[in-house]
């Protein structure tokens, strides 16, 4: 009778698949066993599965830290296994099943799995890397008070997409390390659309500030909108590389939304503000293209500042009668 031993982590997650034919199955950290654990907490020869022609069993060969049903105390010496039965030893953690354990259906791929996987498609990729570089480059140009030629632009673009191309990489690595799927290009991807969504958000930011007044809660809801870009980065981050539940995936993308904004916002409340005679003052200069509302003349803002002046002067009079 065939059997199949899952290798599991504490969370229940798949490590490794081995179904065997034969009637004993050895399991320990010498070398000569047919499942082989690396965990230091396991002997060499820690226990076997056997068939004696009608269940399969737990024997343990007398390790030091024993075995055990699930998580709990019982021990499993002996215990006839049923498929899907967890056994602990160790740290670590085996599952038995049989040939005819239930399969859970299939899922079709759904419209957004297809999505993320447009992300990874090479000419998607390197247009949103392209994208990146530049929009780099271009705000680089506009904050530099000197000219400055296209090499001295690349160097910033180039060396900026490559910083922010860590990110991604170190996801795709830990990904790995915890024995998922690293898809390291679609981690790539969706990293630099939401990277171009970022930059999108500085532009309506200050677009907001240019067109509204400091009284309008405009330009502070568009604050928020990074906000929302990253955790949905982070989310997506979790999505793809791990098997999370949804509970945990979104607690753990706001705790690094939080500790990215959240770091950023504590660094500035610490620093003590220094007295100039020289303010810098919070303005925002863009050509007159990006203004919605047409600015009046020099002439009608003095004749409206009148008018004004005039209506105060008779709310005056008329409360003095």
């Not at 993308?253 to 959240?262: D, E, I, R, Y």
Request: net charge neutral.
């Amino acid at each position: 009778m065939e059997v199949i031993i899952e290798e599991i982590s504490r969370g229940h997650k798949l490590i490794g698949r081995h179904k065997f034919a034969q009637q004993t199955v050895s399991i320990g950290r010498g070398y000569h066993s047919d499942i082989i654990l690396s965990d230091p907490h396991v002997c060499a020869e820690h226990l076997t599965i056997e068939f004696d022609g009608e269940n399969w069993r737990i024997i343990d060969q007398d390790s030091i830290n024993g075995c055990f049903l699930d998580e709990g105390k019982k021990p499993a010496d002996g215990h006839i296994v049923r498929s899907g039965d967890i056994i602990t030893l160790g740290k670590s953690q085996i599952r038995v099943v049989f040939p005819y354990h239930p399969v859970a259906t299939s899922i079709t791929l759904s419209p957004f799995e297809n999505l993320i996987n447009l992300a990874k498609h090479p000419v998607v990729l390197s247009v949103n890397i392209l994208i990146f570089a530049l929009l780099t480059g271009w705000i680089f140009y506009l904050n530099n008070p000197k000219e400055v030629n296209f090499t001295q632009l690349l160097v910033p673009a180039v060396g900026l997409s490559l910083i922010f191309a860590i990110w991604p990489a170190i996801v795709s690595l830990v990904s790995h390390l915890t024995k998922h799927d690293a898809r390291i290009f679609t981690q790539l991807g969706i990293c630099f659309i939401f990277y171009n969504l970022t930059w999108v958000s500085d532009f309506l930011e200050a677009f907001l500030q240019f067109n509204t007044s400091s009284a309008s809660v405009l330009p502070t809801l568009s604050k928020l909108l990074p906000i929302v870009i990253a955790f949905c980065l982070f989310w997506l981050n979790g999505y793809i590389g791990f098997h999370l539940s949804k509970t945990r995936r979104i607690v753990i993308a706001a705790s690094l939304t939080g500790l990215l904004f959240g770091g950023g916002f504590l660094v500035q409340l610490s620093k003590k503000p220094e007295f100039s005679i020289r303010p810098k003052f919070d303005s925002t200069l863009l050509t007159p293209d990006f203004l919605i509302a047409k600015s009046s003349t020099v002439e009608a803002f003095i004749e409206d500042s009148n008018k004004l002046f005039d209506k105060v002067e008779k709310k005056a009079k008329k409360d003095k009668e």
